[in-house]
């Protein structure tokens, strides 16, 4: 009778049919020669070399690929959190304001205190702003028609990492040279890039590496002029009487 293969050669060959690779081309990732046929048939010791290759290309967790864990991945999310925080004069946490202006320079003086000290920042005395970190930033172009246009503001609430982050969610994007608002698409297998889709379809896609990510920014609401009566948008609607002290300064901001 056939024994039955190593766990650690069933889940190996598990990996590679879900990366939709071959043989050949798994072994090239790997930098295996020929192909992982060998491998696959338990003619072949998965090596340690072979191991750290699956961690660095694929986050597989080794203790899972042996079976003594059930987490297949490693949670190897990049650190997406605000660098710097602003407290108010009452000693409240502020929401700075990053209008588009000012989102230029925000990638190159994300941790320098004396620079965020020159944007305003305000509170929201509603329950839901209150012990979460939360940002404004301006939308400038119209990529995110029809929800989003221009010169408006969305408000986020700050993401730890990329693995706390709800797919699909529209966020703005601090990367190393650039703010972008897009939604956010994961990739299954893959923890190395995101999709960033537009809502305005004249736009296509665009895929970045995570590691060029330097903040995440998960959008909660918008502050507008205009108010849509068929948005239902009840944020809006709680937060419009708060934010009429704020026109002022937020005009200001429109240079």
């Known amino acids: ?10 889940r190996f060959k598990e990996v590679r049919e879900k990366l939709n690779h071959t043989q050949q081309s798994f072994a090239e990732v790997l930098n295996v020669k020929k192909s992982t046929a060998d491998i696959e048939r338990g003619k072949s010791k998965i090596t340690g070399s072979v191991v750290v290759a699956l961690m660095e290309n694929f986050q597989i ?11 297949r991945t490693l949670d190897t999310s990049i650190n997406t959190s605000p660098k710097v925080i602003t407290i108010t004069p009452e000693n409240n946490e502020g929401i700075v304001l990053v ?8 990638p190159n003086n994300i941790q320098d205190l004396d620079w965020y000290e020159e944007l305003p920042a305000f509170t929201i005395p509603l329950p839901e702003y209150r012990n979460t970190t939360y ?32 797919n699909h969610s529209i966020c703005v994007v601090v990367m190393q040279d650039s703010v972008l608002v897009k939604k956010v698409q994961k990739h299954e297998n893959n923890n190395e890039s995101l999709s960033l889709i537009s809502l305005n ?4 896609p665009i895929t970045i590496n995570t590691f060029q990510i330097q903040e995440l920014w998960e959008v909660s609401s918008k502050i507008s002029s205009e108010i849509d009566d068929n948005s239902g948008s009840l944020a809006l609607t709680q937060i419009q009487q708060s934010l009429i002290d704020l026109k002022n300064e937020i005009n200001s901001l429109k240079k």
């Open 1 to 10: 009778m056939k024994s039955e293969l190593p766990i650690e050669v069933i």
């Open 61 to 71: 967790n080794p203790l899972w690929l042996y079976g003594k864990s059930n987490q």
């Open 99 to 106: 209008n588009v202006k000012a989102a230029a320079g925000y």
């Open 135 to 166: 940002r404004g930033f301006q939308v400038e172009g119209d990529s995110m028609l029809p929800s989003l246009h221009p010169k408006e503001w969305v408000l986020g609430k700050a993401v730890e990492s990329i693995s706390m982050l709800k």
């Open 201 to 204: 379809p004249d736009y296509p």
